[in-house]
């Protein structure tokens, strides 16, 4: 189980009460990957929110070589208490991206989805809540990736065909 | 005048009870724009969701000191589609423009400030919608994803000749079984245009595909079945369908 001090401190967490930590805290399970250990794949179906309890995890794509890029690919950090795995909440549920162990240990929570949806059905606050912090996460990943196409398409037309 | 029954067949509010549907209802009002209007411009405040009651409405970016078209569009939005959804993530401007590309869009217009006001007094209905949000946004951004891996912007063009011989021969069906694939593939990349004869009055209905880096291929004598599935094998699948094009055999 995940330490509720940690929980605390994690910042789509800080609105809910001390009930609700334990709600959340009951969801999920602890684990730990040394350096270079992949947590997730790429395209795996996404049931788990995760939380960095220690050291650091990478996101990052696992294109093969030749395959299409649409923009350019986002590399991304996630350090201690912080909360990634957003795209179990938004469909086709598949991980984005992977992730890997970035420190020489790391230990993260992982919180089952399917749990978490149960417990906002019965809460509407603790779901309203961390859904208002889901969906601003989820449309900053949106906004920035539609930028970056209308961008790349705008250079296409201005150099035209 | 829309109602209850009207926003429950809308995604952004699916499993609202009555109440919160009647409650939603009092944020809302109507209003229709022409072909071509914009609704709003890249970089304005949110301050609104649209609904498209009626119509088709293009996701735009602009550029500057050219002219709006579909070259420009990232996304079309059909009937019951709810967009704006930046009104609920920060910075709380729109990112791209909205313009009315149907003849006759009718919208309804969602205050964001309404809403937000119900979320607070009514948490489960604020879990509801935006749980409901983030699935929209989910399928446009996976939806966007595969748009963008699948070809470059204006590679493919399709032009129906709709000229008078072209029209008696019925080539009014096949642009709208056109413009039905089209909604159906979300591919606002492929343009799509009319033009005049080509000369060949007696092969009417004729189209014309050109796809970057590859010859012209002229159908003859098509019809809305054969549109589809040039459409589909061709346009999308990269097949020259020989069995109608003009002078193949």
Known sequence: MIDL??????????????????????????????????????????????????????????????????????????????????????????????????????????????????????????????????????????????NGIARRWGHDIMSGW | MIGNDFLRSVGLFKNLDENQLSAVLGCCREKQYKSG????????????????????????????????????????IPESKAFGWSSFVAPYKYSLSAYCASQVCELIIVDRQCLAGLFEEDHR??????????????????????????APVSTVKVTVHLATCGIVAGARDVMSALMEEMNRSGRPDINVGSSGCIGKCPTEPNVTIEIEGEDPVVYQKMTADKM??????????????????????
């Open chain 2, 37 to 76: 209007a914009k609704l709003f411009g890249e970089g304005e405040p949110a301050s609104n969701l649209y609904i498209v009651k009626k119509g088709q409405v293009d996701l735009r970016f602009d550029l500057p000191g050219r002219p709006t078209s579909g070259k420009n569009t990232i996304s079309s």
């Open chain 1, 5 to 146: 001090e940690i929980m605390k401190t994690v910042e789509a967490l800080k609105g809910l009460s001390g009930d609700q930590l334990t709600a959340i805290q009951r969801c999920s399970d602890k684990m730990e990957f040394n350096q270079g250990q992949r947590l997730f794949s790429e395209g795996e179906d996404s049931a788990h929110l995760w939380i960095v309890l220690e050291g650091e995890v990478e996101l990052r794509n696992d294109r093969p070589e030749g395959q299409p890029n649409p923009i350019e690919d986002p590399i991304t950090f996630i350090s201690k208490a912080e909360l990634f795995g957003w795209s179990s909440f938004m469909p086709p549920f598949k991980y984005k991206l992977s992730a890997y162990c970035a420190s020489q240990k790391c230990e993260v929570a992982r919180i089952e989805k399917k749990s978490l949806v149960k417990l906002f059905e019965k809460d509407a606050d603790m779901g309203f809540e961390l859904m208002s912090h889901i969906l601003r996460v989820i449309g900053t990943h949106f906004y920035q990736f539609r």
């Open chain 2, 228 to 249: 589809r599935q040039v459409f589909q094998q061709h346009v999308l699948g990269g097949k020259i369908q020989t069995d109608f094009v003009l002078n193949a055999q």
């Open chain 2, 125 to 150: 209905l604020g879990y509801l919608v935006l749980s409901n949000m983030a699935r929209v946004i989910g399928k446009r951004f996976h939806k966007l994803e595969k748009l963008a891996t699948a």
